[in-house]
Nanobody, 124 residues
Framework: QVQLVESGGGLVQAGGSLRLSCAAS????????TGWFRQAPGKEREFVAT????????DYADSMKGRFTISRDNAKNTVYLQMNSLKPEDTAVYYC?????????????????WGQGTQITVSS
């Protein structure tokens, strides 16, 4: 089992950058595919990015490609989401999720463990 805690959210102006962190408990975090999702008010939870347990493979939603970068440091049990060129439409609660697997997954239904979320607000 793994517990996830996100941090790094906040208020930023359009065009700015933020880096989110997802800290995991457990010694086997390197066995978990990890993803970032987001949910805006009144909308469904949306896939942002995912990274394989080794960190070698990544996948992004089309609207995030070139702006967001997912990475991980298994020695620190942490996954990161670097977000650049932020837009007001990126405003949402961002969640970290994990699944014991070697494959990448885009559907939130495929993930077993979730953090509590961190709010990102991008002002225009």
């Amino acid at each position: 089992q793994v517990q996830l805690v996100e941090s790094g959210g906040g208020l930023v102006q359009a065009g700015g950058s933020l880096r989110l962190s997802c800290a995991a408990s457990g010694r086997t975090f390197s066995s978990y595919t990890t993803g970032w999702f987001r949910q805006a008010p009144g909308k469904e939870r949306e896939f942002v990015a995912t990274i394989s347990r080794s960190g070698i493979s990544t996948d992004y939603a089309d609207s995030m490609k070139g702006r967001f970068t997912i990475s991980r440091d298994n020695a620190k049990n942490t996954v990161y989401l670097q977000m650049n060129s932020l837009k007001p439409e990126d405003t949402a609660v961002y969640y970290c999720a994990a699944r014991w697997d070697f494959r990448l997954h885009r559907s939130p239904d495929e993930y077993d463990y979730w953090g509590q979320g961190t709010q990102i607000t991008v002002s225009s």
